[in-house]
């Protein structure tokens, strides 16, 4: 281990003083140089993103949920391979599902979600960062570092339920949580009710497919928080459902928010076109996804275990 | 049972390496590609792409499926991206228009119309020339990549024993999963379950989608208690694990270790420069000015 950090630390250094001597030579050339970062801010978001997950396992760390022994290295996998596959298969060239009103399907964000609550926070993960960037190879499009890691809050966020013994009382906390980063969201949206769906608005002629984001993705985000909520009424009486769903919400906002927020300066948009044009498209229909597939994955898996006597 | 990916022993460029120097060429090659718009830098990268493709010994009849899927899905977006001129918003503010197609008819008093400008064509070709070259460089490794060696390859990269493992059963996994999803898939159909007439608001459609994937999902976790018992009785994790296979780096890996590092170095000094932006060439410009 201390061989390990020691190389790990030499790494690190060689490439800060990789990066001083690019400044020090491009100064010698171009005394007037200013450093243009916006290609490196990816990478920084996924060191970003990486260090919020390391916070977090150092902090919880005591409680045993992060172990990874056979059936966590076994898990981690499936969850990975099946998210890989599920995405590539809906991503619209396999299927043509049809879209209701700019709200693609993505079942797949089911996964790292059921998985992280089911198996704990490591395969959660690992599930949503490995499967994301699987798919993306198989889709050919070209990786996505940051949303990547993203995709791995959601699922590492939803295996937080496993912290909590008693799982009513984490339940309320993160209810509120959800509810004010939801809130949060919609204000922004109806501040900004003109703002277009990602798209260039060009202002002496329709450009093709010019649309205001509409309504319905607009508050997709509410639909399903109030969704959510129900849902954590209805089966009030199993707590299992209801924790599942709540924590696969949080962890829903806060790894697209991370994804979505880290495109303001990756790719230079405002912060409401990010919230608005990134955040709630995406967000706001996952909660849907996890209201309604989770529980389904959680009573079968439910099943399964009773059956299997584990 | 396992569906294996295609691999086959030939005697290429890719498959004379070690397959940890060229994971790791292939990350570099990755990273460099995310960090330029400009055409004439991803065209080097391109041309990298396109050389491991040609050495590779893989024939059309083995790898066309795989061409042909992503191609398909690259060509659409690059081309949806044309037609609507998304996401080349932040690269250029002034387009210089070579045509405007209006289609004939009206819907809802909006005219389609499509707007033909050079900034996006050049845009349009840079994003395929940068997905295709790294679509290319990915299909090649399932068809190169011994699996034997999916294992000792991240161990050897640095990741921990059981991470690598794990990484090493994902992709082992992958193949047998879209196979399992094809049986229930059809499974299903035979029950009168038809996906591509999902019906209803969103929120039906979502629930009419859980046929296919619940039943996937259960399936696996439930082969996996067979996995998991099996590399429980051979003390999976007790120690430091040994793999029956050993990598050694010849001198062609350590080159090709520090062409990948060189490659990278010198695309992040171009980029802190500000070099490999999006560019149109100058004779575009005129040329598109002259048109109009």
Known sequence: ?310 | MLVTWRYRERKSLIQSLDPRAWMIFYACFMASSLLFWDLRFLSVLLAIALMAIFTSRLTWRETYRAWLLIGSFVLFFTFLTFLTGRGGMEFYTREHLIARLLAPFTILRWRPTLDVTVERIFYALSQLARVFSLASMTILIPYSLNPAHYGITFRGLGLPDKIAYAMDLTMRFIPTFGRDFQLTLDAQRARGYEIEKIQGGLIAQVRKLAPLIVPVTIYAIIGSEDIIDAMDLRAFGVGPRTWLQQLHYRRRDYVLIAFGVALLATSVTLSLFGYGKFWVPEWALAWGASLR
């Open chain 1, 1 to 310: 281990m201390n061989r390990r950090l020691l190389s790990m630390i030499v790494a690190l250094v060689a490439v800060l003083v990789f990066f001083l001597l690019v400044v020090w030579i491009g100064g010698l050339i171009n005394p007037n140089l200013k450093l243009d970062q916006t290609g490196l801010l990816r990478f920084a978001f996924v060191g970003l993103g990486l260090l919020i997950v390391f916070v977090v396992y150092l902090i919880t760390r005591g409680s045993g949920a992060w172990d990874v022994g056979t059936r966590q290295v076994v898990y981690m996998a499936i969850g990975a391979a099946l998210y890989a596959v599920l995405s590539y298969l809906f991503n619209g060239t396999v299927f043509l599902v049809p879209s209701v009103s700019q709200v693609a399907l993505r079942p797949a964000i089911a996964i790292p979600m059921f998985f992280g609550y089911a198996f704990g926070p490591t395969v959660g993960l690992f599930t949503g960062a490995v499967g994301n960037m699987f798919g993306d190879a198989l889709t050919g499009f070209g990786l996505s570092p940051q949303w990547s890691v993203g995709n791995g809050l959601i699922g590492m966020v939803a295996g937080m339920a496993a912290l909590f013994a008693d799982k009513k009382k984490g339940l309320n906390v993160v209810l509120i949580i959800s509810v004010a980063l939801a809130a949060i969201a919609t204000v922004i949206y109806a501040l900004n009710p003109g703002q277009s769906n990602l798209l260039y608005y060009n202002p002496p002629a329709n450009v093709f497919g010019d649309q205001n984001i509409s309504l319905f993705a607009g508050l997709s985000a509410v639909v399903g928080l109030v969704l959510a909520v129900i849902v954590r009424f209805v089966f009030g009486k199993n707590v299992d459902i209801a924790a599942a769903v709540t924590w696969s919400m949080l962890g829903n906002f806060i790894g697209i928010g991370f994804a979505a927020i880290s495109d303001i300066w990756v790719n230079g948009y405002t912060p409401a076109v990010a919230i608005v044009g990134e955040f709630l498209p995406a967000a706001g229909p996952n909660l849907i996804f996890a209201a309604i597939l989770v529980p389904i994955l959680v009573v079968a898996y439910a099943a399964v275990q009773r059956r299997a006597g584990r």
